[in-house]
């Protein structure tokens, strides 16, 4: 693997296509995964490589989603494993929800892998990786469809990154509280979620760790409040005019 000169102007970026070319190797990233990514790297690069205020009140939002819900489930999918394994332990370690390693391609094999990684920052029995307990999601056929009969499946609040539409709408369809990260907030996924946190998931999850932790021992009432206080539609359409205005200032720039 090359090394990447802290002065390259897109040394962060860099390191995270490294990260993934690596769980590629391993076995934890598909090539799918590689592409996805390349679509999320366009996105980020409009929205400025940052989380902005918009992100971070999804954030809070999010946690308090999380928190309020009964059975929360952290997914985790390859490209989340090889890029922020272990703010996903913490995620869960703040709300007090299993962790299920869930791919859209790919066996069971690979799950077991996103399971061991999460395992080696500290997760204790990562769901979604043993054929006795698969049910499936009403709605998706084949691997994509496939969940824990005691994590996804009884869920009622699931937390997404990188998700397929098709999934996200599925969980939301089966009842549960969608809370994902995605940078595209023209996606399905965005979309159909009930909170879509705007933003790179490598900054995005640990964000989102310590916005748990520090709402974990607020009042539900408090919890609601915030919850509630978020329209995901607006907030899309508020990040979809971010990057129009951004593009629209750099366009003038250049006349
Ligand atoms: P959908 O099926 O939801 O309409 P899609 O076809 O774009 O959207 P996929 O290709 O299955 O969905 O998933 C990739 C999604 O993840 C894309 O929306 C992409 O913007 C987003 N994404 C990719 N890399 C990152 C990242 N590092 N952080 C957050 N989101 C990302």
Do not use: K
């Not at 999320?40 to 999804?58: C, F, H, M, V």
């Not at 769901?127 to 006795?132: H, Y």
């Not at 937390?159 to 969608?178: I, K, M, N, Q, T």
Request: hydrophobic fraction near 45%; charge should be positive; glycine fraction near 10%.
């Amino acid at each position: 693997m090359g090394h990447i000169p802290p002065s390259h102007p897109r040394a962060a970026s860099l390191r995270v296509r490294e990260a993934l070319v690596a769980g590629a190797g391993s076995g934890l990233v598909v090539r799918e995964g590689l592409i996805a990514h390349g679509r999320g790297e366009a996105l980020d690069y409009i929205l400025g490589e940052r989380t902005g205020r918009r992100a971070r009140s999804a954030i809070s939002a999010a946690a308090a989603t999380l928190l309020l819900a009964e059975r929360p489930v952290v997914s985790v999918n390859g490209n989340v494993a090889a890029l922020c394994a272990r703010e996903a332990v913490l995620v869960a370690r703040a709300l007090g929800a299993p962790l299920e390693a869930n791919t859209f391609h790919g066996d069971s094999g690979r799950r077991r892998r996103i399971a061991a990684r999460l395992e080696s920052h500290g997760a204790r029995g990562v769901l979604g990786a043993s054929r006795a307990h698969r049910a499936r999601l009403r709605g998706l056929d084949s691997e994509r469809g496939a969940v824990d009969s005691r994590g996804i499946a009884a869920a009622d609040a699931v937390l997404v990154a990188l998700e397929d539409g098709d999934r996200a709408e599925a969980l939301s369809r089966a009842g549960a509280r969608v809370v994902a990260i995605d940078l595209n907030p023209l996606s399905r996924t965005a979309r159909a979620a009930d909170v879509t946190i705007v933003d790179n998931v490598v900054r995005a999850m640990g964000l989102l760790a310590s916005r748990c932790a520090a709402l974990r021992a607020s009042p539900r009432g408090r919890l609601a409040r915030i919850a509630r206080a978020h329209d995901n539609a607006a907030a899309l359409a508020g990040h979809a005019g971010e990057m129009r205005a951004r593009l629209g200032r750099i366009a003038a720039l250049g006349r």
